[in-house]
C-alpha cells in the first residue's frame, strides 16, 4: 500500500527492541503457503522480483514480502526444491528497513493462464508471473462437514513463474466387477512426472517434491448438496501418476462414526498445490453415469481407459486395477 500506515512508527520502534528475535521466515511445508482466511488481500511486485503480499487476517493488517524462488526444480535428491524467503515483518526482518510504506509497485495487468481459485495475479517487469490463489485445502474428507476449526482455514498460496505450467491430466471410468466410479492420472511439469520421495503412514508427503491431490464431489446424494472433499492421495513415485476409487468407507482414524457411502456425485474437481512456487492447477468434469455393459460406447470407453491407465501407472501395481 503507498498510503502512510498510523503504526509504522510504533511498528519501528518495537522492531528496533526485538531485533534479535526478528528472522526471515521459510515457507511452510506446502512453500507457497503465505496465511489462513486472508481478507482484504492485495499483491504488488516490484523491478527486483519481489512481491508484497498485503491482507488482513483477525482485524490486523499484514505484510509480508517475498522473493528468491520461481517456477520448479524437477524430483532429486541432490537439490533442493525452490521456495520463497518470506518477510513477515514487511522488509524489516531481512533488510531493516520497512518496505511497505514505500514499495514501488510494477505490476502490470494480469494477462497470464487462467487458474481456479484466483485472488490477485500480477505480470511482472521481466514477463514473469505472480499470483494469489485462496482455497479449503484442509476439509475433512469422506463428505463430511468440518468439525474441527482448522479443516474450514481459507489458504493462501502464492506463486512465481514464467513459461508452461504443470499438467494435472486426469480421466474418469469404472473399476473393479462392481463398476464403481474410478479417477487415474498423472501430474507432469515440462513433461516430467511430479512426485516426492517419501510420505507418512496416511499419504502426506515427507519431502517439498511430494505433492497431493485433493478430489472434491458436487451433490453426492449420500453427502449432500454441493462440493464435499471426497478424499485426497498421492502422485506416486517415479511416474508421478494416482488412481482412486469411489468405494464406500469405514470412517478415518479420530473421525465421526458411522460408515461413508461411495461418494460419487454430479460433477467432480481436482486440485493440487504446484511442485515448488508454481500455481496450484486444477481439473473438473462431470459425472459419466453408471457402466452398461450392454452399452457399446461405454464398453468401448472403458476398455479405452484401461488401457491409458495402465500407460499412465507403468509398473505401480497400486494403480493398475480395472
Aim: charged share 20%; with cysteine.
Amino acid at each position: 500500500m503507498r498510503r502512510a500506515d498510523t503504526g509504522v512508527v510504533r511498528l519501528r520502534r518495537l522492531l528496533i527492541t526485538v531485533a534479535a528475535a526478528l528472522v526471515v521466515a521459510p515457507a511452510s511445508h506446502a512453500s507457497t503457503i503465505i496465511d489462513r482466511n486472508a481478507t482484504d488481500v492485495t499483491l504488488q511486485v516490484n523491478d527486483h522480483a519481489q512481491a508484497l503480499v498485503e491482507y488482513t487476517v483477525s482485524g490486523k493488517r499484514r505484510h509480508v514480502l517475498a522473493w528468491g524462488a520461481m517456477n520448479a526444480v524437477a524430483p532429486t535428491k541432490t537439490r533442493n526444491q525452490g521456495r520463497f524467503k518470506l518477510d513477515y515483518s514487511g522488509g524489516w526482518g531481512a533488510f531493516r528497513k520497512l518496505l511497505y510504506g514505500s514499495f514501488d509497485d510494477y505490476c502490470e495487468d494480469y494477462d497470464g493462464p487462467q487458474l481456479a481459485w484466483f485472488v490477485a495475479g500480477c505480470k511482472a517487469p521481466d514477463g514473469s508471473y505472480w499470483a494469489l490463489q485462496a482455497w479449503q485445502r484442509m476439509l475433512p474428507n469422506l463428505g463430511l462437514d468440518p468439525w474441527l476449526p482448522q479443516q474450514s482455514v481459507w489458504e493462501l498460496h502464492l506463486s512465481h513463474w514464467k513459461g508452461p505450467l504443470p499438467v494435472l491430466d486426469m480421466h474418469l471410468d469404472w473399476v473393479n466387477t462392481r463398476k464403481l466410479r474410478h479417477v487415474f492420472g498423472q501430474l507432469t511439469y515440462l513433461g516430467r512426472p511430479v512426485h516426492g520421495f517419501g510420505s507418512s503412514t496416511t499419504g502426506n508427503p515427507t519431502d517439498r517434491y511430494g505433492r497431493n491431490v485433493y478430489l472434491d464431489v458436487l451433490n453426492a446424494p449420500g453427502y449432500g448438496a454441493g462440493w464435499r472433499r471426497e478424499n485426497s492421495f498421492l502422485a506416486h513415485n517415479p511416474g508421478g501418476n494416482f488412481c482412486y476409487g469411489f468405494y464406500p468407507h469405514k470412517p478415518y482414524a479420530g473421525y465421526p462414526s458411522g460408515d461413508r457411502p461411495s461418494g460419487n456425485g454430479e460433477r467432480y474437481r481436482a486440485t493440487v498445490i504446484g511442485p515448488g512456487v508454481l500455481p496450484d492447477v486444477s481439473w473438473e468434469s462431470a459425472d459419466i453415469g453408471e457402466y452398461d455393459k450392454s452399452d457399446p460406447a461405454k464398453v468401448a470407453y472403458e476398455q479405452q481407459m484401461n488401457a491409458l491407465g495402465d500407460q499412465l501407472a507403468a509398473g505401480d501395481r497400486l494403480c493398475r486395477q480395472h
